[in-house]
């Protein structure tokens, strides 16, 4: 199902939590360099699970920003669990360079999502990568008026923001309150 570069997937309709999915952050993948113009390469991205911080986990990729895709895939006991390619694209920032985005892959109601995002989710037992939106995902911490105010406290406290992380809280403002 979805062999290498065919890019469009079906999904089940399931209520989850941001919590329960793994996150594939493109400001995570900027810091790390996986993400930057010229970069044609392959390796692994480790990461934990969200919130609580547990069980590590990995997959490979294959990056080409200047093709602008980004190749993810796992194979578990010498079984391959998924392989395909997520689009990538480029907004120009205002205090200049580039802030990378993942086109969502999947398809919701016989439509391709599309949605330009900064952060693409797949839960525990799932094979695709995909937008909050497509996954209906909510917060367990039920907090996020909470995590609003510390958002814009840490702005307006801040004269000096170092662009990636400015990036990053305005990512979680988009993200998280569209
Ligand atoms: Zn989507």
Redesign the pocket.
């Known amino acids: 199902m979805g062999g290498y570069g065919s890019g469009r997937w079906n999904w089940h309709d399931k209520r989850i939590t941001v919590e329960d999915c793994m996150q594939l952050d493109a400001i995570g993948l900027t810091r790390k360099n996986i993400l930057r113009p010229g970069r044609v390469d392959s390796g692994t991205i480790h990461w934990s699970y969200s919130l609580s911080g547990k069980e590590a986990s990995s997959i490979g990729f294959e990056v080409n920003t200047p093709a602008l895709w980004l190749r993810l895939r796992n194979c578990i006991d010498g079984a391959e669990r998924f392989d395909y390619r997520v689009t990538l694209t480029t907004t120009n920032l205002p205090w200049g360079g580039a802030r990378w985005w993942f086109i969502?892959p999947?398809i919701?109601d016989d439509r391709p999502?599309n949605?330009r995002?900064g952060k693409l989710y797949r839960p525990l037992d799932g094979r695709y990568f995909?937008?909050r939106?497509?996954y209906n995902l909510t917060y367990q911490s039920c907090n996020d008026s909470h995590r609003l105010d510390s958002i814009l406290a840490r702005l307006a406290a801040s004269t000096s923001i170092d662009p990636v992380e400015k990036a990053s809280l305005m990512d979680m403002l988009t993200d998280e309150y569209p």
């Open positions: 969502c999947l919701k999502c949605r995002v995909g937008c939106l497509c």
